[in-house]
């Protein structure tokens, strides 16, 4: 399969727009191994075989371990979760799959035990960018398998 629009033949300035939004993200509130879950988490409800590759890729490369990988997808019936990984997960789940049923109240009171405001916002802000990055790959048929770790870094401003 290749690509019906390769992400180098899109508009930069799209692309750029959205590079500064994962600038932001190595630089927040929220621990890079806890990101790499909400993106690979993420991934998987989208169905992005290339994001999934890549945030597999770079959870390995960060220490992240094959039995939490392997139980991610039913991370709620595994013991390898803690509770600030659960919350993450639980909002990743809930703001990725908005079509099915709307972020209640009662999944926020239980986040904002765990994350304060500014934890909340940059976790969301995470959530959102690997949704729409799913949806730009799923859509142009982006093939996984191509990703080396790091190529697609953004350097801290």
């Known amino acids: ?7 180098s033949a899109m508009p930069q300035a ?18 890079t191994s806890l990101l790499e879950l909400v993106r690979l988490r993420a991934s998987q409800l ?5 994001c999934i590759d ?3 890729k770079d959870a390995r490369a960060a220490g992240e371990s094959e039995q939490r990988l392997y139980g991610l997808s039913a991370w709620r019936e595994t013991p390898y ?6 919350a ?5 789940e809930a703001v990725t799959q908005l079509g099915s049923d709307p ?3 009662a999944t926020y009171a239980r986040i904002q035990t ?12 995470a959530v959102i960018a690997i949704n729409g990055w799913n949806r730009l790959n799923v859509a142009m048929q982006n093939p996984a398998g191509s990703y080396r770790v790091g190529m697609h870094d953004t350097p801290a401003d």
């Open 88 to 92: 993450a997960l639980e909002w990743t």
């Open 1 to 7: 399969m290749t690509a019906r629009i390769p992400l």
């Open 103 to 105: 972020v209640d109240d």
């Open 54 to 56: 890549m945030h597999y």
């Open 81 to 86: 979760y803690d509770a600030r990984e659960r």
């Open 114 to 125: 765990v994350f304060d405001q500014t934890e909340l916002a940059d976790l969301t802000f």
């Open 46 to 50: 989208n169905k992005c075989s290339y």
């Open 14 to 31: 799209a692309i750029a727009a959205m590079m500064s939004l994962e600038s932001h993200l190595t630089r927040c509130s929220i621990e």
